[in-house]
């Protein structure tokens, strides 16, 4: 199943390359930041790093990705940010860094999505948080 298929997020704000493993409980996925990224021009052009903020971007993307790969969620099915809560960044992520982003699901209901996660850079946690997702009907 592709990506796109399964998520209506479109470049250049699409930040999953591929889920690895999903189920009702976890979910793994991963995506490789690249050097040509838009946000790097401007984010410390000297020295790119991620956002954080696209870092947990990253989590909530993976994270409904791997629910509809899992065909807990319908493919397409739109999702939006409700809460963060308990972010950190630990250690910058930089262009070219792979990260494995591994999710908790911790309640998934018809009207919405909590999720924990962290993400991984080399076996490293680089960020964590959890957070709410809200699911929207189509209009």
């Known amino acids: ?3 796109k298929d399964i998520l209506l997020h479109r470049e250049p ?3 999953v390359d591929e ?5 009702e409980k976890k979910i793994i996925g991963s995506y490789t930041y690249k050097e ?3 946000f ?11 956002p954080g903020v696209l870092q947990i971007e990253l989590m909530a993307q993976v ?3 791997g629910l509809a790969y899992a065909k807990i969620l319908e493919p397409g099915q739109l999702f939006v940010l409700g809460s963060v809560e308990k972010a950190k960044f630990r250690k910058e992520v930089k262009p070219n860094d792979k990260c494995i982003v591994e999710i908790e699901n911790l309640r998934v209901s018809k009207i919405g999505i909590k999720q924990q996660g962290v993400v991984k ?3 490293e946690i680089v960020s964590q948080a959890s957070w709410l997702c809200i699911l929207v009907k189509e209009q």
């Not at 889920?19 to 189920?23: N, P, S, Y």
């Open 63 to 65: 994270g409904g990705a």
């Open 121 to 123: 850079v080399n076996g």
């Open 13 to 15: 704000f699409l930040f």
């Open 40 to 50: 790097f021009k401007g984010h410390f052009p000297n020295h790119p790093v991620v």
């Open 1 to 3: 199943m592709e990506i």
């Open 36 to 38: 040509d990224e838009y």
């Open 19 to 23: 889920i690895l493993e999903a189920d």
